[in-house]
C-alpha cells in the first residue's frame, strides 16, 4: 500500500514539475512578444498606415487562430492569452484574421487617414466628397484587396443604379 502512495505522489510531483515548466515556456513566449510590441511602438511600426486589425478583448478567446491565419509574419500573436497587434504596419489588409475568428473578435479597419491627402475622403456610398457623381472603388479608396475592390465596385453600381 504504501508503495502505491508513494508512486502516487511522484507522479503528481512530476505532472506539477512539468505543468510549471510549461507555463515558464508559455511566459517566456509572452514576455518576447511584449518586448517584440514596444520595439515596434518604439520604431513607430505598431500603428498601420492604412489597413489594420482590431481585437475586440472581450469576446477574444485566446484560441491563436487568426495569428496562424495572418500571412504576414509578426502582425498579430498572443499576449496574455489573448490576440494581440504586435507589428500593424506589417499588415496588408488580406482579412483572413478577421474570416477565421470563431467569433468575430477580430475586424480589420481602416486607420487614422485624416491627416493623410493621399487618401480621398468618400461618402458611405463610395462617392467622392466635394465632387459629386464621382465614386471610387478598389485602390484608391486605400484598400488593396481585389476582393475589396469587387464589393466596392458592386455598391458603387447600386448607388448609380439607385439614382
Given at each position: 500500500?504504501?508503495?502505491?502512495?508513494?508512486?502516487?505522489l511522484a507522479?503528481?510531483?512530476?505532472?506539477?514539475?512539468?505543468?510549471?515548466?510549461?507555463?515558464?515556456?508559455?511566459?517566456?513566449?509572452?514576455?518576447?512578444?511584449?518586448?517584440?510590441?514596444?520595439?515596434?511602438?518604439?520604431?513607430?511600426?505598431?500603428?498601420?498606415?492604412?489597413?489594420?486589425?482590431?481585437?475586440?478583448?472581450?469576446?477574444?478567446?485566446?484560441?491563436?487562430?487568426c495569428v496562424?491565419?495572418?500571412?504576414?509574419?509578426?502582425?498579430?500573436?498572443?499576449?496574455?492569452?489573448q490576440?494581440a497587434?504586435?507589428?500593424?504596419?506589417?499588415?496588408?489588409?488580406a482579412?483572413?484574421?478577421?474570416?477565421?475568428?470563431?467569433?468575430?473578435?477580430?475586424?480589420?479597419?481602416?486607420?487614422?487617414?485624416?491627416?493623410?491627402?493621399?487618401?480621398?475622403a468618400?461618402?458611405q456610398?463610395?462617392?467622392?466628397?466635394?465632387a459629386?457623381g464621382?465614386?471610387?472603388?478598389?485602390?484608391?479608396?486605400?484598400?488593396?484587396?481585389?476582393?475589396?475592390?469587387?464589393?466596392h465596385g458592386?455598391?458603387?453600381?447600386?448607388?448609380?443604379?439607385?439614382?
Amino acid at each position: 500500500m504504501s508503495w502505491v502512495v508513494l508512486a502516487a505522489l511522484a507522479g503528481a510531483l512530476v505532472f506539477a514539475l512539468l505543468v510549471t515548466l510549461q507555463r515558464r515556456a508559455d511566459l517566456g513566449r509572452m514576455s518576447q512578444t511584449v518586448i517584440r510590441r514596444d520595439e515596434a511602438v518604439k520604431q513607430g511600426a505598431a500603428e498601420a498606415e492604412l489597413q489594420h486589425p482590431v481585437v475586440d478583448l472581450s469576446r477574444c478567446l485566446g484560441c491563436a487562430t487568426c495569428v496562424a491565419a495572418c500571412p504576414e509574419d509578426g502582425v498579430l500573436d498572443l499576449v496574455h492569452g489573448q490576440a494581440a497587434v504586435v507589428r500593424g504596419a506589417r499588415c496588408i489588409g488580406a482579412g483572413a484574421c478577421e474570416r477565421e475568428c470563431p467569433v468575430d473578435a477580430i475586424t480589420v479597419t481602416l486607420g487614422d487617414t485624416s491627416e493623410r491627402d493621399d487618401v480621398p475622403a468618400l461618402t458611405q456610398g463610395l462617392e467622392a466628397v466635394g465632387a459629386p457623381g464621382l465614386w471610387l472603388a478598389g485602390e484608391v479608396t486605400a484598400h488593396a484587396l481585389i476582393r475589396t475592390a469587387v464589393e466596392h465596385g458592386a455598391r458603387v453600381a447600386a448607388a448609380v443604379a439607385a439614382r
